[in-house]
């Protein structure tokens, strides 16, 4: 079994939780918490440590793909939305049917709802760039606030 590993990013939306093992990230995930309780040390493991200085240069307007080795696990339909929702452009956003007609099941949209707010990978699977076929802003397992402020980064940022 591969040993776990935290570290806390501390970002503009408050500290983000990384954690994975040597080879790969497993979950990214916003924190209610307001302290680092997992700063970066010489035994993070290099995985972690990328992470990290990737999430740094997206904050900072400088990244826009992540390069990191990730994993994630769930049902195969899970799965099939997450990495669905890879292929969404930065800084912009489609609807949960988009996404279910992507997928070849069209009338799947509350699944892929569902899924989208079961996706452990924040920001690097970008569930924040699902919306509704409306145009709201729906659903975030990090807050409708985030969401929002990540949308707007990432506009901010293409207009450069």
């Known amino acids: 079994m591969n040993t776990l590993y935290k570290t806390d990013y501390p970002s503009q939306l408050g500290i983000i939780e990384i954690v994975g093992s040597e080879k790969a990230v497993h979950s990214i995930l916003f924190s209610d918490r307001e302290q680092v309780l997992h700063p970066l040390t010489e035994g993070t493991p290099g995985v972690l440590v990328d992470c990290v200085h990737q999430l740094h240069g997206y904050f ?15 049902t ?12 969404i452009p930065y800084a912009q956003t489609v609807s ?3 996404i279910a007609v992507s997928i070849g099941n069209e009338k799947a ?4 709802g569902s899924a989208n707010g079961k996706n452990k990978l924040s920001i690097v ?3 924040h760039r699902i919306i509704g076929a409306d145009g709201t802003l729906t659903g975030y397992a990090g807050g409708l606030w985030r ?8 506009r901010a940022v293409q207009r450069l």
Not at 60 to 74: A, D, L
Not at 76 to 87: E, P, S
Not at 147 to 154: S, V
Request: net charge positive.
């Open 147 to 154: 969401k929002e402020w990540l949308l707007e980064h990432e």
């Open 76 to 87: 195969h339909f899970q799965k099939k939305v997450w990495q669905a929702l890879t292929h």
């Open 96 to 98: 949960y049917k988009d």
């Open 109 to 112: 949209v509350r699944a892929v």
């Open 60 to 74: 900072n307007g400088q990244r826009r793909q992540f390069t990191f080795p990730y994993t994630f696990e769930g």
């Open 125 to 127: 699977i970008p569930c």
